[in-house]
């Protein structure tokens, strides 16, 4: 049923998800999010604010796309992939809320999951959710959210056919996730990117921190210790409200787990 959904394609607006949340009860709420978006990196800086805070000992909720193998990957409480028995209670919750929507416009498969998420992350108590944007921000389901902090990872042209043709009409969509006085990081782009991402904070009073340092990790690639700098950035900019130490930091940085990113295997002689 859920997959059946994706064939009514993609469709960028808050109106449904907003409804549908409405309709949930506002799961979204009672939950302090770490709102995610960009075109590169966006999963692996999740993933490692994930690993940091549940190393200091908070429970955590991550939710990105797409999945690699099971559509369980997509739901995680402390890193466990959520269990079929809620995914079939989840699903059966969202096909009776689709009753208040017209049968020519409901919501998305996009649109019913990211509210399936944010239901199962309220349920389990979670203490800091990690929020994947699914495309752009602006418009992206995810943005229904207030969140504690909105991250704006590496941007370049992606999904032109509903973000915008140029870089900086991209960079604007992503920056959307920015909300009034939220403070907001990001690595430094080129100055068209960069003066974007502070136009829209400026416009919102937010506090804006671009993060030109590397740091290191377990994941391969330069990329990746640019990533890492973001994420501990976000971190230690958060210490009034989810306290951390360098060591869990560190500790997290060492031990995140992301999938299909530069692996390597050793393959040895049978």
């Known amino acids: 049923w859920l997959y059946e959904l994706r064939l009514f394609g ?8 907003r409804q549908l949340a409405a309709h ?9 999010v770490i709102h995610v978006a960009g075109t590169n990196g966006k999963g692996s800086v999740c993933a490692m604010l994930e690993s940091i805070y549940r190393r200091a000992g908070y429970k955590t909720g991550l939710f990105t796309s797409p999945h ?11 890193r466990k992939l959520v269990v079929e028995e809620n995914v079939v209670r989840l ?28 239901e199962e992350f309220a349920r389990e108590k979670c203490d800091v959710v990690i929020l994947e944007t699914g495309l752009g921000g602006r418009l992206d389901a995810t943005n229904i959210v207030t969140p504690i902090a909105s991250v704006i990872t590496s941007i370049a042209l992606d999904h032109q056919q509903h973000l915008g043709e140029t870089v900086a009409e991209i960079a604007a969509e992503k920056a959307g996730i920015i909300k009034p006085r939220v403070p907001v990081f990001s690595p430094a782009h080129q100055p068209e990117i960069n003066e974007i991402i502070r136009k829209v904070a400026a416009q919102h009073k937010s506090q804006l921190e671009f993060v030109e340092t590397e740091i290191a990790t377990c994941l391969l690639g330069k990329h990746q210790r640019q990533n890492a700098a973001l994420a501990q950035a976000t971190v230690r900019a958060l210490q009034d409200i989810f306290p951390v130490d360098d060591q869990c930091i560190n500790d997290g940085l060492a031990n995140v787990h992301w999938a299909g990113r530069a692996q390597c295997y050793e393959k040895k002689n049978q």
């Open 24 to 32: 949930a009860g506002n799961p979204h709420g009672q939950l302090n």
């Open 68 to 78: 690699l193998v099971s559509f369980r990957e997509r739901i995680q409480v402390n």
């Open 91 to 118: 699903t059966e919750c969202m096909q009776a809320l689709l009753r208040h929507f017209p049968v020519n416009q409901p919501p998305t498969f996009f649109e019913v999951i990211t509210v399936m998420a944010l």
């Open 10 to 17: 993609s469709k960028l607006g808050l109106k449904n998800p």
